[in-house]
């Protein structure tokens, strides 16, 4: 079974400062990995995932992710965050077999201040 | 033109009642899903249903009860409701069951049993 932990529940930030959101991940086999962004009251929305090939994946609004297998780990950044950015953050990970089962870390708060 | 669309969008009952959810997707995806977010943001996959197959089911209690009519459609219908069942529950779908597709979510319903 796999299984994603989300570092840091909250992570409060001022706009235009860099912020780096962590997640580490365990599972015996490989593993897709997705971070999703869910605006207040809305769905989720996929940022970016990484499948296979350059560890570096580039997503919309800015945001980038870093897959590391030795750390296990696929955190998130943005070199410079707006009001907007403000949201829940959730990393997953998913296997390659029938059914797409997402496993979703606990989320982490975004909080971008003026 | 919504791709993920979720009626009701809030939902009060009251405990022991029987309610329905309504998920329809508009983008040709084979297979659907049916999450839980409890009060604490953490989100669990329910059920996964390709072309109108079930494939996952995440030891929900059998008062949890999806039906998908066909393709684009995924319901969910909730028995004998108890207080437990306060979360939001959100539909989903994807092109195909593969790990690496990308799951598109709806808006969600909230639902709260008093």
């Known amino acids: 079974a796999q299984s994603v932990t989300q570092l840091d529940s909250q992570v409060p930030v001022f706009e235009e400062a860099p912020v780096e959101l962590r997640c580490n991940y365990s599972?015996?086999?490989?593993?897709?990995l997705f971070w999703y962004v869910q605006y207040p009251n809305q769905g989720l929305q996929l940022l970016l995932k990484y499948l296979s090939g350059s560890t570096l994946v580039k997503g919309i609004n800015g945001f980038e992710a870093e897959f590391n297998k030795s750390q296990t780990s696929f955190h998130l950044r943005k070199p410079s965050v707006h009001i907007s950015d403000t949201a829940e953050y959730f990393c997953a990970v998913s296997v390659n077999n029938a059914g797409n089962m997402l496993t979703f870390g606990g989320g982490t708060r975004l909080m971008v201040k003026p | 033109d919504t791709a993920v669309s979720q009626t009701p969008k809030y939902l009060v009952t009251q405990m022991g009642n029987d309610k329905s959810i309504k998920c329809e997707q508009n983008l040709g995806h084979d297979t659907m899903y049916w999450y839980k977010q409890d009060s604490k943001k953490f989100l669990k996959i329910m059920f996964s249903y390709n072309n109108k197959e079930l494939i996952i089911n995440e030891t929900v209690p059998n008062r949890f009860s999806p039906k998908s009519p066909d393709k684009a459609h995924l319901n969910l219908h909730i028995n004998s409701l108890e207080l437990g069942d306060s979360a939001v529950y959100f539909c989903a779908s994807s092109q195909d069951p593969g790990g690496e597709e990308t799951q598109y979510f709806g808006p969600g319903t909230r639902l709260l049993v008093l």
């Open positions: 599972s015996s086999v490989s593993v897709y």
